[in-house]
């Protein structure tokens, strides 16, 4: 089977901006979960979606939103982009369960100049 | 609230040699699921062990193990006859019923 897919790998975007991030789970796979990697603070969980509907949420603030297709592909939004949003943004995907084993796909770098 | 703590941000190890990473957490739940996951350099996130709270044997993946003490919350990772291609964050993470939860990670490097 195919890996987790995140397009785009890379890039760059401009305070102000609005950026759209995508990810295409294991197929078959029915959740996905978003996360932001950064060097000072970690993996920190975004939110996490479970057949097209929002599962459970992270404490990040309202410029951050997800939204899930129905063949299991999400899209992750951020508006209003500010310095502090660059990072790498991990997606995962898991057949369903809560307690499944996360694969991971390699992430988007997100760079905010 | 569920943390997971990992107190050795940095470690090294020489190849061959065995080594082993600390990871602590806090939760009031009785069922959940404790994971090891590595992050080499520029490359993908992909789990390296995983124990089932329920569970008291201890898992084991050819080089890796842990040591599971649910009294203590604590779930170490043991990596045996340690390989260059071991060099890596090593992320420990807990998941009850809700959203996952990482430590901050631990960058183990093996030297030749």
């Known amino acids: 089977k195919a890996g987790v897919t995140q397009t785009p790998r890379y890039l760059i975007k401009t305070r102000g901006q609005q950026v759209t991030l995508s990810c295409s789970p294991i197929s078959g796979h029915r959740s996905v979960s978003w996360y932001q990697q950064t060097p000072g603070q970690g993996l920190q969980f975004l939110f996490e979606?479970?057949?097209?509907?929002?599962?459970n949420k992270g404490n990040f603030p309202g410029r951050f939103s997800g939204r899930q297709f129905s063949n299991s592909r999400s899209e992750m939004n951020v508006s209003t982009l500010e310095l502090g949003d660059s990072a790498l943004y991990l997606c995962?995907?898991?057949?369903?369960?809560?307690?499944?084993?996360?694969?991971f796909g390699p992430g988007t770098r997100l760079t905010v100049l | 609230a569920q943390t997971v703590t990992q107190s050795q941000p940095e470690m090294s190890v020489q190849e061959a040699e065995t080594v082993t990473l600390s990871c602590t957490y806090d939760t009031s739940e009785n069922n959940y699921y404790l994971f090891w996951y590595k992050q080499p350099p520029s490359r993908q996130m992909i789990l390296v062990i995983r124990q089932e709270a329920y569970k008291q044997q201890n898992a084991t993946e050819n080089r890796f193990s842990v040591n599971f003490q649910k009294a203590a919350k604590s779930f170490s990772l043991k990596i045996s006859d340690s390989q260059l291609g071991d060099t890596a964050m090593y992320f420990c993470a807990f998941t009850g019923h809700n959203d996952m939860r990482f430590g901050a990670g631990t960058r183990l490097t093996v030297k030749p």
């Open positions: 979606y479970f057949s097209e509907t929002q599962r």
């Open positions: 995962a995907s898991t057949p369903g369960q809560e307690t499944d084993t996360q694969y």
